[in-house]
Each structure stands twice: as C-alpha cells, then as structure tokens.
DNA sequence: CAAATTATTATGTGCAGACATATAACTCAA
DNA sequence: TTGAGTTATATGTCTGCACATAATAATTTG
C-alpha cells in the first residue's frame, strides 16, 4: 500500500497501469468503480475517470455504462503514428529536401481512381507525377490525382515550384481522408523514378481526402526500397 | 451566427472545426482564448477546454501555455490504426482462423535479433515459425523470438495448440512496445510459405514488446500480397 | 411464463471556482 | 545592450456537485 496521495490524473493512470502490470487486474476483470477508485487514492471521481478515459483510449481497459470498467483482454489494440509531411521527414533526417516534378496533365482517370474518388465518369482531373529527393537520392514517389470540381483554381497553379502537398494543405481544408498502408511490386516505372530494382518490395501510403462528400485528392505515395515507418506503443 | 447554443464538448469541437474548414481561423492563426470561447458558446470554460484538447491529440491545433491556441500548420498529422490480433482480423472477414506451427527450437539468435532484443550474446532465444491460415490459405507468415529469460515458464508450453501471441497476451503483461511497419521484397521462404510467387512486395510488421526494460518477444509478420492496413483521419 | 415496465447503477458530461504551471513580455540594473 | 528578475496571461488540472445516459437487474403485468 502506498502512502504517497495519487492525486494527479497521470499518477491515478500509472498507479492503474502498474496493477494491470502486476496482473493485479487480470485482463478480463473487472476493476473497481470510479466512486471506490476515487476514495481509495484520495482524489475526485472526475480525476479518476479522466485517467480511465485516457487509458481506454489507447485501447487498455474497455468501458461501459452500468456495467463497470474492465482490463482489456487483448491489450495490444491501437498505435498512433505520424503521418510524415515528406520535406519535413527528410529534412528531420538532415538531408536536403528537393521536389521535382515528372509530369502534369489533364486527363479522364482510370477506373479504379474514379471508385476511390467517386468522380462523375468521363470526367478530367489533374494528374500529377513527382518525386521527393534526399540529398539528390529517390526518396518517394508520387502519384497524385486532384479533384478540379473541388479545388477551384488549381489549374492555373505552377506545381513545379511548389509540391502539390504543400499547396492544397494551404489552400484546401478537409474535412476527412483514408489512408492505406500497403506493399507492392516495384515495376519498371518505380525502378526508374526510385533508381532501385525493378521487382523490389516497396511501402506505399494511399491517401485520400475528402471535404464534405467530395473528395480533394488521391495520393499513391510509393517508398524507396527500405522505408521503415516506425510508432511505439 | 447561429442562435443554438454550444455546451457540450463535442459541439464545440464540431464548431470550432467548421471554422477551422471554412478559414474562418486559418492554419497558423491564432484562435481566441479559452475564456473567450466559453463566453461566446455560453459554456464553461472546462467544456472548452475539453474540445481543444481533443483536437489538439489529433493534431489540429497546436497549444502552449500563454502563448494560446494556434491552427496547425500541417493538418495530417496522426493517425490511430488498430493493430489487428489475427484470429479476430481473419475470423471479422468472415474466414475459419487456423494457425499452424512450422517449427519451434532453441538456438542462439542472429545478430540482428540480438540487437533488436538487447540479448547476451551466445545466449539462446526460442524461436517460433508459424503461419496464419484464413480458410487454409495462408495469411500472414510469423517469424518470432522469444527471450526466455524474461518469460520464465515458456519452455514448457506447447506452442502447436495454442498461438505465441495469445499465450503471450494472457501470461505476460508488457510495458512497451515499438512497432515499425515497411515492405520487402520475397524470397523462396516467403513463397513456399505464403504460397505466393518468389519477388512478390510484401507488406511486413516488425514488433518488439518489453516488459521493463527487458525484451519479451520480437515478431516479424510477412503478410500476403494484396494486405492493406486501413485507417481514417 | 414471457413481455413490458421500472429501478438501480456505473459511466459520461457539465458547471463554477480555485490554484498550478509554463512562458511570453516586460522591467531594470550592470 | 544584455542578462536577470518580475509580471501577466493562457492553458492545465483538481474539486465537489449535479444531472444525463446507457444498460443491467428487478419487478410488474398480460
């Protein structure tokens, strides 16, 4: 038994952490109410239950009305990482950030971009296609579809002196987005712009926003050959 | 202006967002104080105090003390994805779980596992080789390392019945973990075992848990092609 | 005996007020 | 001019209380 006052929110969640830890709290169980939490460790339920919510969040206890707070049973649940804006990423790393652009037209997408983007058929959007530089090395590529319908004025836009990221997280609020983490084949194409083997594995990021039921733009962000994208839990 | 009061936390996070989207405050600015917005609402300033800390989690505002609240300059910023137990990510989809134990032994890690795990050197790990079924056909291959002197009692268990992960989750509470999602290129392993072909991109998680400063297990999972890990913003 | 109703209970949220803490901004002396 | 000390201010958090809400448990009713 401790004497020290648990009076803090973050010193209610470590004290709730350690008997979890100590599988005082077994996962599965459940643990004392907020009221007998609060009176035990000598501060106001609000403060217990701040710590709770907190620890519930992150996937560590389960919670519901009436019927009581339990230690989750498979505790391993959610991870919060960084979406890295790519200059800063590689400029955090130390190297020189470059962006240039391969090409830009104005064109009907293919299928699979008007599903993913819901756009009416037949219609054009821009496409673009980049790719981000460490130090002069291949960093990213970037494939990116933009919206013309939502995005006013993008076409008189120069996008080779600014990246099209950049310009629409200025210009364009969103209201939602998806994003998709997956491996794929690297083909001639990504060998080319990435100057690695064609056939390699590569990480790609999908990322599509939306504001209000249109959505903004659909980025296919393809690593070079040994990204790693890292989060602790 | 809208004549509708404001005093839950959540409507004041939907409204403070719609100005955030209509650039009513714009990314960088500066938005007024939390008194301020209490008195605007008519609500405390607890309540708003509530919804700034929410969007501040998520990376849309950016707060100091003193200095106030500012619009985040770079919108997406965090995502949380759930990290899926297999069993339950397989059997959601609808597909009959099968886990199926390649082979277990005790041998002195390499050194990359070494490291990864801080082990002793010339030490032994148990090493486990599995794979994940979904309706017999392979899902994900599991390469794991399991340090016994952290799981005291490991040795005796048998891991054909019962997956590592789940004996791990129930017998071992751990007290951090890192986890690094990225992508490699496969190899006869990965083909025979995943049934794919050789050279296909491969979307890999590499985790490490820790109980206190001492590593309790490092898995690798080599998903099949076509894995997409999902999340949304 | 089953279905509908009511009571009970744990969490969810709101409020006013108080104090804590970080830090930007200011003041003043060397 | 610069560095150290001070002040003002916005956010951070705690308290005690109240009521809302969801969901289980108990009870009544057809």
């Known amino acids: 038994m401790t004497d020290t006052l648990i009076r803090s929110w973050q010193s209610v969640q470590e004290e709730v952490l350690r008997r979890i830890n100590a599988r005082i709290w077994k996962p599965g169980e459940l643990i004392p109410n907020e009221a007998e939490l609060a009176s035990e460790f000598g501060c106001a339920r ?9 620890l519930a969040d992150t996937g560590l206890l389960e919670r519901r009305r009436k019927a009581g707070t339990r230690v989750a049973t498979h505790p391993i649940r959610k991870a919060t990482l960084d979406i890295p804006i790519i200059r800063n990423e590689i400029t955090a790393k130390g190297f020189a950030y470059r962006y240039s652009l391969i090409s830009s037209e104005k064109i009907v997408p293919p ?3 008007i599903a993913r983007m819901q756009l009416e058929r037949g219609n054009k959007a821009l496409h673009l296609v980049a790719v981000h530089l460490a130090t002069g ?3 990213v590529f970037e494939d990116r579809w933009i919206n013309p319908g939502a995005v006013s004025g993008v076409e008189g836009i ?7 990221n950049e310009w629409l997280v200025e210009n364009m ?8 983490f997956t491996a794929m084949t690297g083909g001639r194409r990504e ?3 990435l100057a690695c083997e064609p056939g390699a594995g590569l990480f790609v990021i999908d990322r599509t926003t939306w504001t209000k039921d249109r959505a903004i733009t ?6 070079a050959p040994g990204y790693r994208m890292h989060t602790v839990i």
Chains 1, 2 share one sequence.
Do not use: C
């Open 191 to 193: 060998a080319e712009i």
């Open 173 to 180: 609020p969103f209201t939602a987005g998806d994003i998709t």
């Open 218 to 223: 659909f980025v296919r962000l393809v690593f």
């Open 158 to 164: 120069d996008f080779t002196r600014q990246s099209a």
């Open 46 to 54: 609000a403060t217990v239950n701040r710590a709770l919510q907190n």
């Open 137 to 139: 090395v291949p960093y």
């Open 111 to 113: 299928r699979d971009v």
